[in-house]
């Protein structure tokens, strides 16, 4: 079974800069988007970005001009470029995978930015 695996993360200034990176430990076939989420204590886990088969991208609009996710496609990995961090982005972060045959995601990552 496939697992991802993710790194990057932990605790931050307000205004300042963390990346996440998430990397497959197999071959996943027909990705149609990778994406990262995050989940706040209390809240549900919602979008934070995502990109497309097509390298189309999307972003929440609390992260847009802030936050850019890139993928390496050989790898099957995905990244999360996080600048200008704020206290609210404070979450458990997580890396997903959607494809074709499965929807995978990794173990999350605490990110706590301080003000």
């Known amino acids: 079974q496939v697992q991802l695996v993710q790194s990057g993360g932990g605790l931050v200034q307000a205004g300042g800069s963390l990346r996440l990176s998430c990397a497959a430990s197999?071959?996943?076939?027909?990705?149609?988007?990778m994406g990262w989420y995050r989940q706040a204590p209390g809240k549900q886990r919602v979008l934070v970005a995502a990109i497309t088969r097509s390298g189309r991208t999307n972003y929440a609009d609390s992260v847009k001009g802030r936050f850019t996710i890139s993928r390496d496609v050989v790898k099957n990995a995905v990244n999360l470029q996080m600048n200008s961090l704020k206290p609210e982005d404070t979450a458990v972060y997580y890396c997903n995978v959607n494809s074709a045959y499965d929807d995978f995601w990794g173990q999350g990552t605490q990110v706590t930015v301080s003000s």
């Open positions: 197999g071959t996943i076939f027909r990705i149609n988007a």
